[in-house]
């Protein structure tokens, strides 16, 4: 599973608007970003209280992905 995939998948499930989850990647020469687009509502429960889930994505983010290439998510 890829990494959009895979926070795609969690963010569905974590949100009330599951069709207003949008994912966009954008890969760098190391680097690869994911954009993360939710409603405006469900804002708060990906990010979580003190960024708990945002920073629990990232390290599953960390986990799937390859050593050789740095993965940053950015909630928007």
């Known amino acids: ?7 795609e998948y969690i963010a569905r499930a974590l949100v009330e608007e599951p ?24 804002m708060g429960r990906v990010i979580g209280k003190d960024g708990c889930v945002a920073n629990a994505i990232r390290t599953l983010l960390r986990v799937a992905g ?10 928007a």
């Not at 599973?1 to 926070?7: D, H, P, S």
Request: charged share 40%.
């Open 19 to 42: 069709d207003a989850v949008s994912v966009k990647e954008i890969r760098g020469a190391n680097v690869t970003v994911l954009e993360l687009h939710v409603a405006e509502d469900d």
């Open 1 to 7: 599973m890829k990494e959009a995939e895979l926070v």
């Open 66 to 75: 390859r050593e050789d290439r740095r993965v940053v998510l950015e909630i």
